[in-house]
């Protein structure tokens, strides 16, 4: 579209007619620009050869009057007397000399035409080193005479003997002012410039005169010898005045290392006629470019003014009604040609609004929603496609007939009735029906029903627009029986129930009549898992459910509550309290004993399995004010359940509230108290069996006001369910690391152990091993005096992960004990596997093995499974030296206990490693 544009064709014929003309005028520039430029390079090149030429004439000069004083017979004696004499003599009758003198091979002047005040020496002058070395005159160098004060050019010649050992080095050095007779001798034309630049910046001579003693800049002296040395010696340079001149650049030959002497011509006057030319020049382009443009104008308007015409003539002819009428001239322009067929497209559009309605027509008929339209008095007019294929009926079937051939009975009444109430009043009306098909089969409908107005507002018509939801709804069905309906089981989850719990409280309130929640827990189901795997478990929990299920009324809510927890809500279980509990037994003991039966858990071929469950019931009236309540009261009489042996049932009673509010106060209690930081670490020690203290346990202790202390029975447990023990175990641990610290400081305390007790909970946070490395590199400790202490409900619920958190603690030097063996599931198999270094055997069995052989014995096995598994044995709750004596006699490593020292603080443990 670009290249056939109005501008893209006016700007195209003008630059054809320019280029040439451009292109030439150029070229001309360029090379006449580049012949002045080469004229002045030769004139400047022409006259630094007879600068040159000067220096050489001058150079042979000062040759000569070294050679004078060479063959000079006052000298052969080298007589400083007779040599200064003869120096004086020449240097009065030499013109531009600063001084001639002779000086002795290690530097120092013993001659010199100027009177010298002192000594005097010049080895460290480049001209006296090159003569030392040389048979000739040396290359000049630009100085500050030692004797004369005065800058110059010195110059050196060696004297030496018939065996061509050097005698003395005669010198001479030229003025200044020589170098200024130099470039006046030039007859430099207005305009240029010439200098004598010395190696170290100084300008030594310049024309004209006012840049003479100027220093240049390095980078200046740089560039000069990179022009010198890549350029031939001939560049455009700003001059010392800032004026860019063509200046030529050599070395004198008799100083080539010296410095530069630079000749500068101005650009200005030679290319000003070059510059007139190409005014000329683009004068005559900017001629040339304007009748172009005239030309190009004139011929596109004559282009525009014939299309005109026939524009005019095809919109007259639309005017008129002719629907064929066409520009149809290409111009070739696209401008013009996009304007013809706009015009075309114009009449085009005209008789595509007939079309236009037969494609909306389609559209409808086409829709994939079904479509209805209908007359005020409800007689069907129109049915698309898709009512066809959705209720089976064909389009003849249904035309003159009443909607409600649809309706099996299914729709709410009222439905119509809202729905012609929203019609009637003008209104659109969205809402389902439950339909019926052709051949009886139901779906659901979700239907939007317009009415239509003419001009006047006046309702002509009715069109629904019908959408099949049956699909939708039954998605809806299946994703509120996920949200509300455990997978495994099919029974309601937790918040269904707690939904129905709510609704009962409510109805049981107005009703006033008692109903009943009661909570069943699955005793020892970890162990089931990790014994006979997940797919056992689940299993046992589904049969379970079936038998709750069974054992209850179909209007009873069965519910999975936890993980192994179950929920059974029963309502109108008695209308007093008496036969309430009278009822709620009876069904609970009902529901006990079909649960002790025996489980077949796998296929039907599997082991049988007996499994217990601990049940807590509450019972709820219009005394229960809320939900939360009622599941706590029954959570409540479920722990009593299970604290009294599991298996059995509990009811809810006061004296239990009591004990939850005594818990709750102690919860509250505990946050205050870890706030404050009012915890403190006690320490047990650890004797070996000579008696000798090896270390110590760490135990937590809860000091109260006045003195009492919370029993570790009563807030451990707490501490665990409220999830402050992971908390509490980093501050031990890190105060039990810190100790460690303190103790590795004293020579007599250094090999002392703590002993942490780690609890299930914190064993398993994702950061516990990060955790224990980074307190240990804090503390700066030996790892191998840190002994953490854990039990076994914290390594049997995944004993890879256990095993291999252990294993990278061992890999510092951390060691493990297993805590109270024997009082739980005690799986060899798993003691074999896990890397402990000591078992601990719990203080029941030592404390009962005096009087109950059962205990003796299994201390007995404790011992010798020990010493098989090579790990060392510490004994818990070592009260008198008969214990002590039996242990040690049946080989126990160590011992702990109020024989050896009860828990102290730290302050007091200083007075207790005197006492013993």
Known sequence: MIRSSLNFRLWLTIAIAVLPVLLFALFDYEERRRQAVEETRTEISLRLADANREVQAAHRAVALVLRIMARSNDLQALDAAQCSGIAARLLESLEGFANIGAALPDGEIFCSGRPMSAPVTVIDRAWFRTSLGSDGISPGEFVIGK???????????????????????????????????????????????????????????????????????????????????????????????????????????FAPESGFLAIGAPLEHSLEAVGRRLLLHLALIAAIALVSALLARFYIYRLVEVWAARVRGAIDAIAAGRRDARVSLATGVGELDALSEGID???????????????????????????????????????????????????????????????????????????????????????????????????????????????????????????????????EALLHRLAYYDALTGLPNRALLHDRIAQAI?????????????????????????????????????????????????????ARHGDDDFAVLVEGVGDDEADALGHAEQIARKLQHALQQPYVLGDGDGDRHFATLSIGISLFHDGVSSLESLLK???????????????????????????????????????????????????????????????????????????????????????????????????????????????????????????????????????????????????????????????????LSDVDETIRRMNELRALGIRFALDDFGTGYSSLSYLKRLPFDQLKIDQSFVRDMAEDESSEAIVLAILSLSHALGLEVVAEGVEMPEQRDFLRQHGCDAYQGYLFGKPLPMEAWGDFLEMI
């Open 633 to 795: 009261q029954a959570e409540v009489a479920l722990y009593r359940a299970k604290q009294e042996g599991r298996d059995t049932l509990r009811f809810f009673n006061p004296e239990m509230q009591a004990v939850v509010d005594a818990h709750a106060r102690l919860e509250a209690r505990m946050h205050e108290a870890l706030e404050a930081n009012a915890f403190r670490l006690f320490f047990q020690p650890q004797v070996n069996r000579r008696g000798v203290v090896i270390g110590a346990e760490a135990l937590l202790r809860w000091p109260l006001e006045g003195g009492a202390m919370v029993s570790p029975a009563e807030f451990i447990p707490l501490a665990e369910d409220t999830g402050h023990i992971v908390r509490l175990g980093l501050w031990v641990l890190r105060t039990a690391c810190a100790q460690l610290a303190r103790w590795q400081m004293n020579e007599r305390t250094r090999h002392l152990k703590i002993a942490v007790n780690v609890s299930a909970r914190q064993f398993h946070q994702p950061d516990f091993v990060a955790s224990v490395k980074d307190t240990v590199r804090a503390a700066a400790i030996d790892p191998g005096r840190l002994e953490l202490e854990l039990t076994e409900s914290a390594i």
């Open 506 to 558: 409510r109805s049981g309130a107005r009703r006033d009549r008692f109903g009943m929640l009661m909570l069943f827990d699955i005793d020892r189901f970890r162990q089931l898992n990790d014994t006979l795997g997940h797919a056992a478990g689940d299993d046992l929990l589904r049969e379970v459910a079936a038998r709750l299920r069974a054992g209850v009324r179909e209007e009873d809510t069965v």
């Open 147 to 253: 004797v004369s004060g005065m800058p110059g050019m010195a110059f050196g010649y060696p004297l030496r003997a018939a065996d061509g050992s050097l005698r003395a080095v005669i010198f001479a050095t030229i003025t200044v002012a020589w170098f200024d007779r130099l470039i006046e001798g030039f007859r430099l034309p207005e305009g240029w410039e010439a200098s004598v630049i010395g190696n170290s910046g100084l300008v030594v001579a310049h024309q004209p005169e006012r840049w003479r003693a100027h220093e240049v800049s390095g980078e200046t002296l740089a560039r000069m010898a990179a022009v010198v040395r890549d350029e031939g010696g001939v560049a455009e340079l700003a001059g010392l005045d800032g004026v860019h001149r063509l200046y030529g650049i050599g070395a004198p030959d």
């Open 345 to 475: 497209r114009m009449a085009v559009e005209i008789g595509k609004r007939e079309a236009e309605l037969q494609r909306l027509s389609m559209v409808i008929e086409q829709s994939p929603e079904s479509i209805v339209m209908t007359d005020t008095s409800a007689r069907i007019l129109y049915v698309n496609d898709a009512f066809q294929r959705i209720t089976g009926y064909r389009r003849e079937e249904v035309l003159g007939r009443n909607p409600r051939i649809l309706n099996g009975g299914l729709t709410p009444r009222a439905t119509y009735e809202r729905m012609w109430a929203a019609l009637v009043a003008g209104e659109v009306w969205r809402g389902e029906f439950n339909n019926v098909r052709k051949d009886g089969s139901t779906y659901l409908e979700l239907a939007t029903i317009a009415p239509i107005k003419d001009a006047a507002g006046a309702i002509t018509h009715y069109v629904a627009v019908k959408e099949d939801i049956t699909q939708r709804k039954q998605s």
